[in-house]
């Protein structure tokens, strides 16, 4: 990889580092309920190769994006985007990064940057999550800044929320930088405790699929902070700080108390949510995992109907899969496209996988990408150079 280094800045790195992309395998839309997830690092990873620099310049290259190197100066950095305002560029998360690092109060300067990710972007699949964990790694390292990696994974939260002006909870981050192999983690987000929970679907005759159904729909660009902005609503109805503060046991009388009615399906959602994942880790605990597919397509027809973020093609997956023998399916993700996961046992993987595709073309849609998701390593150093 350090070829791609000394082609864009005629020099050699000083180290390699990578962060991976996640798949969530159940609690969708609770992060920033302060609720409870389940995600799992893939194999996908963002890589960094980067050196130093002590002018206070920082430069952006990416392999996978048009544009050439992006040049910016750290002391210029502010939350309006690195291009004056335009924050759609991939340039904003590992800038929102530095911009995060340095108003923490760690003295973060200059540097330059290659990427190259194999993490599907626009896939639901935290690409960008990748990106930002990556890049403070990364600097941490250059800059003998000591982080550990629950408060890095909050700080790129913060350069996602504030820099970037994308209304994300913490999972994403977290998930990339704590994740550990053959392991799906258990995370609190009100208080970031997380315990990593053994996920060996392959000892259990299991596979997980993903299957990215390549489609972004641009409902989703402003339904998430919709989304978020109701959640909050609904529990400033209930006068309580966040949803996680509602009981699973208490929800139909909170339900009746929320005069909007528009609210009651997005606090049911959350509620509900926090509940599959408590369920999943009992079943994981007690090795059926197989059980585990019910509760997948469960929460897949609570984000559909009550939090309304599926779509067309995400309902095609888990309806395919499941009339075709997989335990459970459902969306992962924030929606409107993106992607799925199916729980199969190993012996039906490539029907089932098959079952999809055909499905997709005989609605005429584009074929999507279906692929196995095994638990990798968070965030780690590569190599030095």
């Given at each position: 990889?350090t070829?791609?280094?000394?082609?864009?800045?005629?020099?050699?790195?000083?180290?390699?580092?990578?962060?991976?992309?996640?798949?969530?395998?159940?609690?969708?839309?609770?992060?920033?309920?302060?609720?409870?997830?389940?995600?799992?690092?893939?194999?996908?990873?963002?890589?960094?190769?980067?050196?130093?620099?002590?002018?206070?310049?920082?430069?952006?290259?990416s392999a996978?994006?048009?544009?050439?190197?992006?040049?910016?100066?750290?002391?210029?950095?502010?939350?309006?985007?690195?291009?004056?305002?335009?924050?759609?560029?991939?340039?904003?998360?590992?800038?929102?990064?530095v911009?995060?690092?340095?108003?923490?109060?760690?003295?973060?300067?200059?540097?330059?940057?290659?990427?190259?990710?194999?993490?599907?972007?626009?896939?639901?699949?935290?690409?960008?999550?990748?990106?930002?964990?990556?890049?403070?790694?990364?600097?941490?390292?250059?800059?003998?800044?000591?982080?550990?990696?629950?408060?890095?994974?909050?700080?790129?939260?913060?350069?996602?929320?504030?820099?970037?002006?994308v209304?994300?909870?913490?999972?994403?981050?977290?998930?990339?930088?704590?994740?550990?192999?053959?392991?799906?983690?258990?995370?609190?987000?009100?208080?970031?405790?997380r315990?990593?929970?053994?996920?060996?679907?392959?000892?259990?005759?299991?596979?997980?699929?993903?299957?990215?159904?390549?489609?972004?729909?641009?409902?989703?660009?402003?339904?998430?902070?919709?989304?978020?902005?109701?959640?909050?609503?609904?529990?400033?109805?209930?006068?309580?700080?966040?949803?996680?503060?509602?009981?699973y046991?208490?929800?139909?009388?909170?339900?009746?108390?929320?005069?909007?009615?528009?609210?009651?399906?997005?606090?049911?959602?959350?509620?509900?949510?926090?509940?599959?994942?408590?369920?999943?880790?009992?079943?994981?605990?007690?090795?059926?995992?197989?059980?585990v597919?019910?509760?997948?397509?469960?929460?897949?027809?609570?984000?559909?109907?009550?939090?309304?973020?599926?779509?067309?093609?995400?309902?095609?997956?888990?309806?395919?899969s499941?009339?075709?023998?997989?335990?459970?399916?459902?969306m992962?993700?924030g929606?409107?496209?993106?992607?799925?996961?199916?729980?199969?046992?190993?012996?039906?993987?490539?029907?089932?996988?098959?079952?999809?595709?055909e499905a997709?073309?005989?609605?005429?849609?584009?074929?999507?990408?279906?692929?196995?998701?095994?638990?990798?390593?968070?965030?780690?150093?590569?190599a030095?150079?």
């Amino acid at each position: 990889m350090t070829d791609g280094f000394r082609e864009v800045y005629g020099a050699t790195p000083q180290g390699v580092w990578a962060a991976p992309g996640r798949v969530n395998l159940i609690g969708e839309h609770t992060d920033y309920n302060d609720g409870l997830v389940m995600p799992l690092a893939l194999p996908h990873t963002c890589r960094v190769e980067a050196a130093r620099r002590d002018d206070g310049v920082l430069r952006l290259h990416s392999a996978d994006a048009p544009g050439g190197v992006t040049e910016l100066h750290v002391d210029g950095l502010a939350p309006q985007g690195p291009t004056g305002g335009d924050r759609g560029g991939w340039a904003a998360y590992p800038a929102g990064v530095v911009w995060a690092l340095r108003a923490a109060g760690h003295r973060v300067g200059g540097a330059d940057l290659h990427f190259e990710s194999s993490v599907p972007t626009g896939a639901g699949l935290s690409s960008s999550a990748a990106l930002e964990v990556a890049t403070a790694l990364a600097l941490s390292d250059l800059y003998g800044v000591e982080l550990p990696a629950p408060r890095l994974a909050e700080l790129c939260r913060h350069a996602e929320n504030d820099f970037v002006g994308v209304p994300c909870g913490v999972m994403d981050q977290m998930a990339s930088a704590c994740c550990t192999s053959g392991h799906a983690m258990y995370l609190d987000t009100r208080d970031l405790t997380r315990r990593q929970v053994p996920f060996d679907l392959a000892a259990q005759g299991l596979r997980l699929l993903v299957v990215d159904t390549r489609v972004k729909h641009a409902l989703g660009d402003g339904a998430y902070a919709e989304r978020r902005a109701g959640c909050e609503a609904g529990a400033a109805a209930l006068g309580v700080g966040s949803l996680r503060d509602v009981a699973y046991g208490d929800l139909p009388s909170a339900l009746e108390r929320i005069e909007d009615e528009s609210l009651r399906p997005l606090v049911r959602h959350v509620v509900t949510e926090n509940e599959r994942v408590e369920r999943t880790l009992r079943l994981l605990d007690a090795g059926e995992t197989h059980a585990v597919g019910p509760v997948l397509t469960d929460g897949h027809a609570s984000l559909r109907d009550d939090f309304a973020v599926s779509c067309a093609e995400l309902d095609l997956v888990v309806a395919a899969s499941n009339a075709n023998g997989a335990l459970g399916a459902r969306m992962t993700g924030g929606g409107f496209g993106g992607s799925a996961i199916v729980l199969v046992r190993a012996a039906d993987a490539d029907s089932v996988s098959k079952a999809v595709v055909e499905a997709f073309a005989a609605a005429g849609h584009r074929e999507p990408r279906v692929f196995e998701a095994v638990p990798g390593p968070g965030a780690r150093r590569l190599a030095d150079v």
